[in-house]
């Protein structure tokens, strides 16, 4: 599997690699599959996940923090600090 995705990696930085021509002179060169090289040259993006075996469907989903709940001990720092504040004012 690492060599396809060397390949995938050199047509990514390779601008010579963007023409037709040039990526099937790459794709030819490498050592892999017949099955891999035949889906590439065919642009068969289904028979590429099945050979590779990939899950093309990633799914993601948020939840919203849950407010804290107060607890006993909130209250009386409060409190604590409003008799600061009297105090020094």
């Known amino acids: 599997m690492s060599n396809i995705i060397q390949l995938f990696e050199r047509m990514g930085q390779d601008a010579g690699l963007q023409s ?10 490498t050592d892999l599959t017949a099955e891999l090289k035949q ?17 093309p469907d990633i799914f993601c989903a ?3 923090a849950e407010d804290e709940q107060p607890t006993e001990e909130a209250p009386a720092e ?7 504040m009297v105090a020094n004012g």
């Open 39 to 55: 889906a590439l040259l065919a642009n068969d993006a289904v028979s590429l996940e099945r050979q590779l075996d990939i899950a």
């Open 20 to 29: 037709r021509d040039a990526q099937l002179t790459a794709i030819q060169a």
């Open 62 to 64: 948020l939840f919203p």
């Open 78 to 84: 409060q409190e604590q600090d409003t008799i600061r």
